[in-house]
C-alpha cells in the first residue's frame, strides 16, 4: 500500500536541491526529490482484528488505496487535508496506532456523507469502518471524546427522553453544557430563552427569523419548549435505543 499525498510525509524525511548533479549529469528537476526510508516496528496488528470484530468494520480489508474517497471528501478539500479517510484506512491496517493518535485531534470529523462510500470501488463501506477504527481508539482509551462526540451523545440522550427532537431543549441544554447560565421557569422547569447567557452565534441565528418577521417560526417554537408533545408508544421503542446506547457506550444515565 503506498503513500500517495506528499501532505502525508513528514517534511524532515523529504529531500530536495535545489540543484543536483550526478557523476557530471545534472539531475535538477521537480522529480529532484528524495523521501528518506524509514523503519517503523512499533505495529501493533492487533488493532486491525479488532476493527474486524466491530460490526462496521469489516470492509476493511477490501481497501486497496485508490484515494477516490479522500478526494470525493468535503471535509479533507473543504475543511482540513489531514482529515484523509483513505489514510486513516492504511493506518489502522498496519496498526500504526501513533500515527492515528496524531491525527486524533480530526478523526472525529466526518459530516456522513457518504460520497466517500458511494465512490469507493471495492466496496469499503468506510464512513462505518472509520467509525469502527475510532470505536476501537476509544475502547483503548488513546482518543479523547471531542465536542462533535459529545454532542452525538446528548442528541441520543435527547431523543431517548422525548422520543423525538426537541429543538430548545436540544439547543439551550446544549449552551448550558458549555457553560453559559441558562434560565428555567419555576413551573415547568423548562429553559427560558435568552434568559441568562447566551453565545454569541445563538444571538445571530435567532435574529434571522425575527428580522423576516417570521412569527409562526416563533410561536411554533415557544409552543414546542414549553410542551413537550410525546412520541405515541415510545416506551416500547425506548428500551431497543436503551440496548443500542449501552452496547455503544453512549448511555450516562
Ligand atoms: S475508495 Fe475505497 S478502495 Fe479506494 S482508498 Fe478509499 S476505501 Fe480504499
Ligand atoms: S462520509 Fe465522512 S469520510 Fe466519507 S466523504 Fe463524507 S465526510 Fe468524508
Given at each position: 500500500m503506498a503513500i500517495h499525498e506528499r501532505s502525508l510525509v513528514d517534511p524532515e524525511r523529504v529531500l530536495r536541491k535545489e540543484r543536483l548533479v550526478i557523476d557530471g549529469v545534472d539531475?535538477?528537476?521537480?522529480?529532484n526529490l528524495i523521501i528518506l526510508p524509514r523503519v517503523i516496528?512499533?505495529?501493533?496488528?492487533e488493532f486491525l482484528d479488532e476493527v474486524l470484530q466491530q460490526p462496521e468494520g469489516k470492509t476493511i480489508t477490501q481497501c486497496y488505496q485508490c484515494s477516490y474517497c479522500t478526494a470525493s471528501c468535503p471535509v479533507h478539500n473543504?475543511?482540513?487535508?489531514?482529515?484523509?479517510p483513505r489514510h486513516f484506512i492504511y493506518l489502522a491496517r498496519l496498526g500504526l496506532i501513533d500515527e492515528l493518535q496524531k491525527r486524533a485531534d480530526v478523526m472525529w470529523r466526518c459530516v456522513s456523507c457518504h460520497k466517500c462510500t458511494h465512490r469507493c470501488p471495492k466496496g469499503v463501506l468506510v464512513e462505518e469502518v472509520l467509525k469502527a477504527i475510532l470505536r476501537v481508539m476509544a475502547k483503548r482509551g488513546i482518543i479523547e471524546e471531542y465536542p462533535s462526540k459529545k454532542f452525538d451523545k446528548f442528541f441520543l440522550e435527547s431523543v431517548y427522553e422525548y422520543g423525538r427532537i426537541e429543538d430548545g431543549e436540544l439547543l439551550f441544554g446544549w449552551v448550558e453544557k458549555q457553560g453559559y447560565q441558562v434560565v428555567k421557569d419555576p413551573?415547568?422547569?423548562k429553559p427560558i430563552p435568552f434568559v441568562g447567557g447566551v453565545p454569541d452565534w445563538l444571538k445571530q441565528l435567532a435574529a434571522k427569523p425575527l428580522k423576516s418577521m417570521n412569527i409562526g417560526f416563533l410561536v411554533l417554537n415557544a409552543k414546542h419548549m414549553l410542551f413537550h408533545p410525546r412520541t405515541k408508544n415510545w416506551n416500547r421503542f425506548k428500551q431497543v435505543l436503551r440496548k443500542v446506547m449501552e452496547e455503544e457506550g453512549v448511555f450516562t444515565h
Open positions: 539531475v535538477s528537476g521537480d522529480w516496528n512499533d505495529y501493533d496488528l473543504y475543511w482540513d487535508e489531514r482529515y484523509n413551573i415547568l422547569k
